[in-house]
């Protein structure tokens, strides 16, 4: 008898049909054999929902007591659904993070996982039953609620996965699978039957949420098998795997838009050892993750430095940046809320020349001007106005993508 994971995001359990249908799926399941360990998201829109009522009575509120009310979305769902499966016949309980104990570090909104006990998950099943897991969320040591980041279900599914050591981890979502772009902005976008773990860590962090980018990062790591597909119907999705060589042969696999990026601009600030040190220090002192930076040279011992932070901490990052101009007498910095990062992603890159001028051209051809670059070996991300966003991503899917990248 083998163990699946199978979980269902916030579209699949969106209503109550929905959840009869999850639940329907898995009864299915177990008839043909299997054992299920069952991980669902907040029904669609309620985490966001939760999140402004939040916002509306607490303009920076503490998040401990944010995670309390997030949290509450999925417990919801994981006690509907086992209702719903023991209605059906088909024995269930729910568990919380706390019941199942997925121990986390304390950083609220956005903890990680460190410890996970399978056991009494797999007692469960052992007895028969569906275990019913409420994602995102998990308990400190100190026994407070915490939350894994949005999209932080997929690593629960994953890292349970990982500690039951089930034979495979099924995501069940909204779209088909892995696509080389986003399908609801590039509708040319074409389903992957299977990506490498590197390639899809790239994805993720590069603004594709179909899959968080922990949860590829304990995938990797413990060798999971993931499984994205959709939940509604039964053809299969994409299979994450380990990278095989054939894959290099594509050059591109994917174009990807990250639209949680604001940009800060320092126009003028000496051009001496030690000011970007005391800028970006405090920066990360505050918990904030900077993306891109660039500095150019000035000829007159200044220089412009210009950095990229999510757009939700913009407002810190800039008082931040305020402060730090006053202390060495530079002029204010400028702020731009609307900005997106459209990124081109491929592990077979790193042996082609020729695709950064590619993509250059493929920008200037529909007159859409280039903020910022950064390159890997592996990616070229382009900061660009918000508004040209699917333009941008549709315009380098065609020519990357659809053409092929090799072809010049
Ligand atoms: P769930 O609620 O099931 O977790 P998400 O909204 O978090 O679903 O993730 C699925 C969404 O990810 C899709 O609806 C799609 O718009 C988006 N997405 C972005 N990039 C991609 C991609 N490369 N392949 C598939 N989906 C993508
Ligand atoms: N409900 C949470 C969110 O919307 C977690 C998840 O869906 O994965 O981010
Ligand atoms: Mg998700």
């Not at 269902?8 to 359990?13: E, L």
């Not at 859409?368 to 106005?385: F, H, L, R, Y």
Request: charged share 25%; proline share 3%.
């Amino acid at each position: 008898m083998s163990l699946i994971v199978q979980k269902f995001g916030g579209t699949s359990v969106g209503s109550v049909e929905r959840i009869r249908e999850v639940s329907r799926r898995i009864a299915r399941t177990r008839a043909a054999g299997h054992e299920v360990i069952a991980v669902v998201s907040a029904m669609s829109g309620e985490t966001d929902r939760l999140l402004g009522l939040v916002r509306e009575l607490a303009a920076t509120p503490k998040r401990s007591e944010a995670d309390v009310v997030v949290a509450s979305g999925e417990q919801v769902t994981a006690a509907l659904l086992a209702l719903t499966l023991e209605n059906g016949g088909v024995p269930a309980r729910s568990f919380l993070g706390h019941q199942v104990r997925i121990v986390t570090d304390s950083d609220h909104t956005r903890a990680r996982i460190r410890a996970i006990d399978g056991q009494r998950l797999l007692d469960t099943t052992r007895r028969g039953q569906v275990a019913v897991v409420a994602g995102f969320q998990g308990v400190d040591e100190n026994g407070s609620i915490t939350t894994l980041g949005r999209g932080g279900s997929d690593t629960t599914a994953v890292a349970l996965a990982a500690a039951t050591h089930a034979d495979a981890c099924e995501i069940y979502t909204d779209v088909a699978g892995v696509y080389t772009s986003d399908p609801r902005i590039c509708p040319a976008a074409r389903k992957l039957d299977r990506i490498s773990y590197d390639e899809m860590l790239e994805l993720a962090s590069l603004g594709a949420k179909v899959l968080q980018i922990r949860s590829v990062e304990f995938a990797k790591r413990y060798g999971v098998r993931v499984h994205v597909r959709t939940s509604f119907g039964d053809e299969l999705g994409t299979w994450v795997v380990p990278e095989e060589a054939s894959m290099e042969e594509v050059t591109v696999s994917g174009i990807t838009l990250d639209r949680d990026q604001a940009k800060i601009t320092l126009p003028q600030v000496p051009d001496r050892p030690g000011v970007a040190a005391g800028l970006f220090r405090p920066i990360a002192g505050a918990g904030i993750i900077v993306d891109m930076i660039i500095q150019n040279v000035g000829t007159d011992g200044n220089t412009e430095l210009t950095f990229t932070v999510p757009r939700s901490e913009l407002g810190a990052a800039l008082e931040i940046a305020r402060s730090h101009c006053r202390e060495i007498g530079a002029p204010e910095p400028l702020a731009d809320g609307e900005i997106v990062k459209v990124s081109i992603v491929g592990l077979g890159m790193r042996s082609h020349a020729g695709v950064a001028a590619r993509v250059f051209e493929t920008l200037a051809h529909e007159a859409i001007n280039i903020q910022m670059i950064s390159t890997s070996e592996s990616k070229i991300s382009v900061a660009i106005d918000a508004r040209y966003a699917e333009l941008a991503v549709r315009a380098l899917h065609h020519e990357l993508v659809e053409k092929g990248a090799t072809a010049a």
